[in-house]
Structures are given as C-alpha cells and as structure tokens.
C-alpha cells in the first residue's frame, strides 16, 4: 500500500463521500426539525425520515462499511449544533423541548449501538482478541449493575450508554474495514473535520455575540437540557470561561458547545499530527486545544505525547512494554494532579475530590451501589449537595464507577484499555508499513490518555469525545488483521 501521505487531498475523492454528505445532510435537517416539532403529527414524520435515513446508511455503506465510521463521528460533533439550531423552530413549551433533545441525544447512541448489532451478527469473526472478550464481559456486567440498588432509569441509561459505546466502538472499527484503503479513508477524515471544526471555533471565539449564542443556538436551552444551569443571559455561561493563574479567559466551544469536550476532540488530531510529522496541522491543532483552555483534553494530549516517546525507547520495545508503561504514567500522573491542584485550586479542588472518593468507595462497598447511583448524571437527585454528589465518584469516570460498579467494573475498563492498547502496541512492534506502526503508536498513546484523562473527569467515558480514538483503534486493527489475511 502506499503511504499515507497526502492527507490534504480533499476527502471528496473517497469512496462515496458525496452520497454520505447527502445522507447526513437530510439526517441532520430532520433531527433539527425534530427538536422544534411542536405537534405529533409533524414529531412522527420526521422520526419517519429518520428512520428511512438510516435503512438508507445501512444499504449504502454495505459496499463501503469505513463510510459509517465517518456518519457516526458526524453525529456526534454536531450534536449540539443540531439540536440548538433545530429550537428556531420550535413553538412547544420547555419540557417538551428537554425531551425532544435527550431523544436526539439518545438516537444518537441508539444508531452506533444499532450498526454494530448489525455489522457484529453479520462478521464471521465475531470476538478476536482479549480485549473483546474482555469488553464482552463487561457488557454483561454492566447490563446486571443497571439493576442492582438503586434503580434510576436515566442515570442508568446513560452511564450504559457509555459503556456500551466505550467497548463497541473498537469493535465497530474492526469490523468495517474491507480495504487497504480504508484507514487512509478515516485519517483523511479526522483531519478535515477536525480542521473544520477548528476555524469555526475561531470564527466563534472572534464573532460570535451573546445574541447568536442565545437567540439563533439557544446555547442555554441545550446545556439546561444536558443537567447545566444557565440563567445569567448577559454572558455566556460560567463553563465559556475558566481560571488560570487568577486571570480570567474564554473557551473556544465551536459545534460542540462544551469547550471541555472540545478539547478532548482536539487531542486526536494533535496526536496523530505529532507521529505522522503534519507541521502546520499541529500548530493549527495546538492553538485550537489551548483555546479551549480544557485541562483534561491537554493532559491526554501531553500524557498521549510522552508514553508515544517513551514506547519508543528499547526498554519499552517488547510485549508487555504498554502495560509497563502504565505503571510508570501512574506515577507521573499523581504528581501531575498535585502540580495542577497547586497552580489552579479552585477548579481542581472538585476532580480531586472525585479522585479522593475511589479509596473509600472501594473499602466501604467493593461490589458497588449499582449503574443508577451517583455520577454527574445523578446530580439532580442530590438536590444541589454537591460534596455528597462528590463521595459518589463525580467528576471522575473511574471514582464514579469505583462507586457504581465496584471493583469488577472498574477492573474489567482498565483491563479493556491494557488490554486494547496492547494489541494495538504489538501492531506498532510487528508492522512493516512505517505510517501504520505510528498510526498504532499513536493510538497506544491515545488510549492512556483516555484511561488517565478518565481518572480525572468523567467526560472521556462520553462518546461525544472518545469515539474518534476508539474507532481508530478499530480500524487500526481491522486493518492489520486485512493485510495478515492478504498474504
């Protein structure tokens, strides 16, 4: 195969691209129309299209599966956009509106989970590898904790939902690679994306006035509906903004809406732009992630950066050299928390509190108080107490399932990223095509991001910021295992 190394070449050459840009074109008019539908009638015609839409992404993307990969990662990146332009043309009352986007939300999930019930029972290798026996196991375990304790169907849904996306979206990558050409495909697509997403959040940050926020993207409908508070309409709300040596700054947010998120998005593009030797996207890159000013999306790009350099030396070159390497980014890792909680307190203070509570989780209930307890999802059951929302693991993905799901849930999410991120290690040791190995590389990186970067906020168990490094994952392996079968 030949390298890859035209990833500006317009992403309009891949297989079908147009005819997907046609489909989620209409996806994305009809879930806009459906945030505004104000009456039944017009609510079931555009699920109705919805519907067909996605029969139609089926059908199309049987003879270029890498294609759904792009029509998901779509979904999520202009979820919020969606959702916020779509209010224009709504006449219904508040709540109605709360439901129609955690419908749109839910949808969403629904689709990835769907495509991958579909592409799994037609694969003739429906597990390869520890890491999805691994995922499959906890896919069991967690459909169980969603019955265990205390039963809250949303907060339940939703920490699922996460899961379930966590562990299916490498599979989803696998699956769908059919040709070599495929993961130049997908690179060429987080690339443009990602620079797209970029200039918007320069356009925004330099524009944009409360009015366009409020009145054309009903920014605070979208973040009330999400479990955030915005009443103060004569500023954007607090999380546009963030502290940093007692000055105050803005947060690029671009289609996202949620400058945490974004920056997390921004990490995988920076990465891969650092292995592959992409100059000018990695100072585009870098700019948009520091304008974000989201900590957690700058400690998976720097712990992502440093494990990348580090498996590269001899010490690490061998199989258990990414399980190693864990051990060690632990240890960096805590004295990174206590340098942050020096330099900001303030907005330290809560993650480390979070952080704090797997300890006491652990001894107090090993086994966990079940899916629907605890969590930032749970924070409206808490009534604004927020240092008890805190003692159950929120605003840490890993003190929050420390406290749902005990030691085996949490053991089985570390164990699937060891695990994923080995095989993915052994690709990089194994792989003669150079760009390949680093794409693989980089993914290794990635993944201890994620797993670091989880310990601190709950945000990268979402999919609206992992599913672009775990579909990667994916395709990375899907493609190995494509060349091994091709010789």
């Known amino acids: 195969m030949k390298q890859i190394n035209n990833y500006n070449n317009n992403i309009k050459n891949s297989a079908g691209f147009g005819s997907l840009l046609i489909l989620f074109g209409l996806y994305f008019l009809a879930r806009m129309l459906m945030t505004g539908a104000y009456n039944v009638s017009i609510y079931n015609l555009v699920t109705l299209v919805l519907f067909i839409v996605t029969i139609f992404t089926f059908v199309y993307f049987e003879k270029s599966p890498i294609n759904t990969a792009i029509f998901i990662s779509l979904l999520y990146v202009f979820q ?45 290798n429906k597990i390869v590898g520890n890491y999805e026996k691994i995922g499959f196991v906890m896919l069991i375990t967690t459909i169980i904790y969603m019955f265990i304790g205390e039963f809250n169907f949303v907060v339940s849904l939703g920490y699922a939902r996460n899961l379930f996306l966590f562990i299916m979206f490498p599979l989803i990558g696998r699956m769908i690679v059919k040709h070599v050409r495929d993961i130049k ?13 970029a200039l918007f959040g320069f356009v925004e940050m330099l524009f944009f006035t409360n009015d366009i926020w409020y009145s054309i993207l009903h920014l605070d ?173 929120a605003e840490s993905g890993v003190s929050a399932l420390a406290y749902k799901m005990g030691i085996i849930g949490t053991s089985l999410y570390i164990f699937f990223i060891l695990s994923l991120g080995s095989t993915l290690f ?58 091994k079968k091709s010789l």
């Open 80 to 124: 919020n956009t969606i959702i916020g332009l779509g209010l224009n043309f709504s006449k219904s009352e508040v709540i109605t509106q709360y439901n129609s986007i955690q419908t749109i939300i839910a949808l969403s999930s629904l689709y990835g989970i769907l495509v991958f019930a579909i592409i799994w029972l037609d694969s003739p």
């Open 185 to 197: 495909i997908f690179l060429n697509y987080i690339f443009t994306i990602s620079v797209f997403v």
């Open 221 to 393: 409908i979208v973040l009330n509906a999400k479990g955030m508070i915005v009443r103060n309409f004569s500023n954007l709300p607090s999380l546009f903004y963030t502290l940093l040596f007692e000055y105050k700054f803005r947060r690029m947010a671009s289609f996202f809406m949620e400058p945490v998120n974004l920056s997390y998005f921004f990490a995988v593009p920076l990465i891969l732009s650092f292995v592959l030797k992409k100059r000018i996207l990695f100072v585009v890159f870098s700019l948009a992630l520091i304008l974000t000013f989201g900590k957690g999306g700058w400690l998976v790009t720097f712990i992502g950066i440093c494990s990348i350099l580090l498996l590269k030396l001899k010490e690490f070159q061998r199989k258990d050299g990414f399980t190693k390497l864990f051990l060690i980014t632990l240890v960096l890792f805590v004295v990174l928390a206590y340098l942050y909680f020096k330099i900001s307190p303030g907005t330290a203070l809560p993650h480390l509190w979070g952080l704090m509570a797997i300890e006491q989780s652990l001894l107090n209930t090993p086994f966990g108080h079940g899916l629907g307890s605890g969590g930032n999802f749970a924070a409206i059951d808490f009534e604004g107490n927020w240092m008890n929302l805190l003692n159950t693991g």
């Open 426 to 483: 052994k690709i990089y040791l194994e792989q003669k095509n150079e760009e390949i190995g680093r794409i693989a590389l980089a993914c290794c990186g990635m993944l201890l991001g994620i797993l670091f970067g989880s310990i601190f906020q709950e945000n990268p168990l979402g999919p609206q910021t992992n599913h672009l490094a775990l579909l990667l994952s994916g395709i990375v392996i899907g493609y190995s295992n494509f060349i």
